[in-house]
């Protein structure tokens, strides 16, 4: 069985997650979910999104987040088709994920669900 893609989540950086939080639920009425101090996921936005608080992870734009069914298939298909990886797999609640920048500049990344 070949690996699955999909776009399935956006996560957008923040130098304050709380006061991005707080501009969401004041202006579109978006409910959250928060996972530690820095991280904040929005529920009924219309697509899964967070927001990330964490300044050393900003990457300063939205970061469109890829779910697969086959993390280390992903990650060689990236690389054969020129992606280069700007951050090695990582464990996350929930799963697992790298980041990478495809060749026109954009950064996303790719991430698998763990049972």
Known sequence: MSATYQIDYL????KDGLKTRRF???AFD????????TYHVIEAAGIDAGIDGDAGDAAGAPLPVV???DLEAA??????AGGVI???AFDF???RRFHFREPGGCEMAVWVATP
């Open 11 to 14: 996560e957008f950086p923040s």
């Open 75 to 80: 990650q060689r298909a990236v690389e054969f």
């Open 24 to 26: 969401f639920e004041e």
């Open 93 to 95: 609640p929930g799963g």
């Open 67 to 69: 779910r697969t069914s």
């Open 86 to 88: 700007t951050r090695p």
């Open 30 to 37: 978006w409910s959250f979910v928060s996972y530690g101090p």
